[in-house]
């Protein structure tokens, strides 16, 4: 494909030569003469002098006389178009339902799906049209799936979620009444765990993206448009509302409000309401501001103490003693 052609597909514009020929993506390090790469971090600048790519997805701003650039406000996205002109989606080794796939018989399975060998659908649940459920995925009774979701290995959508009513140092198991919701365009990686309402639904809206190993307590609300990295855990009843942030290993106590737009620091414990367009880090989290100079002070108490001890010393032994 010619760099122009590819151009116009992916709504960026060529600086250089349009009549280079593309075949391929690669990363700026190995990267050949045939491949697009791209630029989205500055800390990554200096590899542009050193790159063999044909040509590069960088912003407006970027400059490099003698190569050929696709120059977009949004590089990795333009980067991603390109990708899937050039390399495709996954091929998948067949079509529809595995013959090893089990779908029960009261549950419904929307056109275009595929079902891996080892997926479990129960009854009555719905898979919508154009998902892609992986090995070893169990979708509870009564769930539903809505279209074009991508559900990685080993996940469990609807299981029973972890509810005990403790008398007299008992606990006594609650009835795990509802349902698990997930609306179209949803992706969620491998080893997740959705757990269905106590009454009601777990509900996850359209366009969010799961990583791996994520739990999702029973009667959660996750917006439209959400990113959830890996290992994070939100406790029951938690509400997140559009387009939040939740880096890696990020944990949410239950029946919290998280508003729009809302950025969490990984590794960040959350135990009160944020309000919208936050950006919060550390356990328990603050604005980040504040985390930010938490950590600076922390990391000088060291030498803090040093100086400390330093003053005792010089003091008097009554002075110190009082």
Known sequence: MKLSELAKLINASVV?????DITGVNTLDDAGPGDVSFLANPRYTDRLRTTKAGAICVTPDVKLPGRSLLVSTDPYHSFTLAMVELVGQRK????????????????SVGEGSILYPNVYVGPRAKVGRDCILYPGVVVYDDCV?????????NTVIGQDGFGFATHAGVHHKTPMAGIVVIEDDVEIGSNCTVERAT?????????????????IGHGCKIGKHCLIVSQTGIAGSTTLGDHVVLAGQVGLAGHLKIGNMVKIGAQSGVMEDIPDKSVVLGSPAQPIGDARRTYIAMMQL????KRLKAIERSLPETEVQS
Request: no cysteine; hydrophobic share 40%; proline share 8%.
């Open 16 to 20: 250089g030569n349009g009549d280079a």
């Open 145 to 153: 799936i809505g279209d074009r979701v991508i559900i990685h290995a």
């Open 302 to 305: 060291p030498e803090i103490l």
């Open 199 to 215: 009454i009601g639904q777990t509900l996850i809206e359209r366009g969010t993206k799961m990583s791996d190993i994520i739990a």
């Open 92 to 107: 998948h080794p067949h079509q529809g339902v595995h013959p090893r796939a089990f779908v029960d018989p009261a549950a």
